[in-house]
């Protein structure tokens, strides 16, 4: 059965942005290593459009940004949207009954699926089918954006704490 982790990084106030918030070379071997090691990704839109970045190579990647893309194309990768029409390689595209694709999923072969997008995740969330929250905090004040909980926050319990790189600490928490 796979398990839904829900994981992102996150300002202390609660709102996520890729942009705003600096990864260093610490916190971005963890992200190839996790990546690595997925099952797969199921994506919101907005997300999935901004990761085809790494769909083809670019001259001025070090190793770890090759080997990070190298392990985001080789995995599965599935994405929820109304809009488009067709995704990249390696990915499926699921419409409107996407409780339904999730649900498929998650009764699949074992291992961890990352889900990418909060609004996403908020609606995974109100189904019932996140099974993991990481909380990556990383030591800024974005003062309003994205949060990285959409609606209402399901009652969680904290399992643990572990410094990941550069002042960023992972909280993971599962439902409660």
């Not at 070379?25 to 099952?39: I, T």
């Not at 839109?45 to 970045?53: A, F, G, I, K």
């Not at 969680?156 to 439902?175: A, C, F, K, N, Q």
Request: no cysteine.
């Amino acid at each position: 059965m796979a398990k839904l982790v829900f994981g992102m990084n996150q300002s202390l106030d609660g709102y996520v942005d890729h942009e705003k918030m600096a990864t260093g070379p610490v916190l971005f071997r963890h992200w190839v290593e996790q990546v690595g090691s997925l099952a797969g990704s199921l994506y919101g839109r907005r997300v999935y459009e901004l990761m085809r970045y790494w769909d083809e190579d670019r001259p001025e990647w070090n190793a770890d940004e090759k080997a990070f893309a190298q392990a985001w194309r080789r995995q599965p990768k599935w994405v929820v949207s109304r809009s488009l029409k067709s995704v990249g390689p390696n990915a499926t595209l699921v419409g409107a009954d996407f409780e339904a694709a999730v649900r498929d999923l998650k009764s699949g072969p074992a291992g961890e699926v990352a889900v990418a997008g909060p609004e996403l995740a908020g609606s995974l969330t109100n189904l019932g089918l996140i099974d993991e929250y990481r909380l990556y905090l990383h030591p800024v004040v974005l003062g309003g954006g994205k949060p990285f909980f959409v609606g209402p926050r399901p009652p969680l319990r904290l399992i643990s704490t572990d410094p990941v790189g550069e002042g960023v600490i992972r909280l993971t928490y599962v439902p409660a």
